[in-house]
């Protein structure tokens, strides 16, 4: 019985050794993690919803996803006339695009967080107009600094407590 005892004790260190090795690595790969996550969202690469850890700036998550239709690739549409049954066949339609933008403003503008609060719907009105008004062609034509760049402009102008310091997307899809 002995034996026994002594290779069950033996099997149950090396058990807890796996496993308590097992766990620190986790968690050392985590913090490697959790630390990699914070550079990428402080340089506008967003990796996940969480405000980026960056002293001189805050985001503002609360605009949400948009589906947004954009302008038909050729703007002459056809209407039927007494001839024509099929409406559908006539008139073509854009592309749906879905956009999950977020902006990031001073830090340390608390009343300017209350400005881009209240204004909300004009923001997500001025991001609509300005995907409504373009092709899906000529939007994959424009770089995505162009894009934001327009956006950025158009937003801060109606804004009268601060300025927005940039504008991201995490989502930018084409819907077909």
Known sequence: MKKIDKILSIIIVILLITILTGTFFALSKNKKSVKKQKQLISQGKAVSLMAPK??????????????????????????????????????????????????????????????????KTVITGIIQDYFSNYSKQELLAQTEVKIEENLLREINSHLSLGKIQQIYFTDFIFLE
Do not use: A, C
Request: glycine residues 4%; charged residues 20%.
């Open 54 to 119: 960056n002293d001189n700036q805050y985001s503002y998550f609360n605009l949400g996803s948009q589906r947004i239709l954009t302008s038909p690739e050729n703007p002459q549409k056809k209407y039927p006339d007494s001839s024509h049954n099929d409406i559908s066949q006539d008139l073509q339609m854009g592309t749906i695009l879905l956009v999950t933008p977020w902006i990031s403003y001073p830090s340390d503008d608390t009343i300017f967080f209350e400005e881009i609060s209240r204004k």
